[in-house]
């Protein structure tokens, strides 16, 4: 039984730093990639980053030099190190793992609030 779980949402002034983690569980042998999605009130979910298993990365134009994706393969987690964050970086924040035989899972997301 595969089990995603996001942490370390929250508020934050703009400018500011989180770091987001994303634990799996679960047909680790199994997993192809890890990524970063986002949703906004009224706006469909983007994707902000992925990371293969070959350490390959992505990211998207809009968090490109703030962002960081890393992963700690001992701990089977994700990260998703976001500075200078700015107002329109509030979401949801959901982890999906990428498995063999094309499956996918997702965590259950993550708050993370920019303001003032």
């Known amino acids: 039984q595969v089990h995603i779980v996001e942490s370390g949402g929250g508020l934050v002034q703009p400018g500011g730093s989180l770091r987001l983690s994303c634990a799996a569980s679960?047909?680790?042998?199994?997993?192809?990639?890890m990524g970063w999605y986002r949703q906004a009130p009224g706006k469909q979910r983007e994707l902000v980053a992925t990371?293969?298993?070959?350490?390959?990365?992505y990211y998207t134009d809009s968090v490109l030099g703030r962002f960081t994706i890393s992963r700690d393969n001992v701990k089977s987690t994700v990260y998703l190190q976001m500075n200078s964050l700015k107002p329109e970086d509030t979401a949801v924040y959901y982890c999906?793992?990428?498995?063999?035989?094309?499956?996918?899972?997702w965590g259950q997301g993550t708050q993370v609030t920019v303001s003032s």
């Open positions: 679960g047909s680790l042998f199994s997993i192809i990639a």
């Open positions: 990371i293969t298993n070959s350490g390959s990365t």
């Open positions: 999906r793992g990428s498995y063999t035989g094309s499956r996918e899972y």
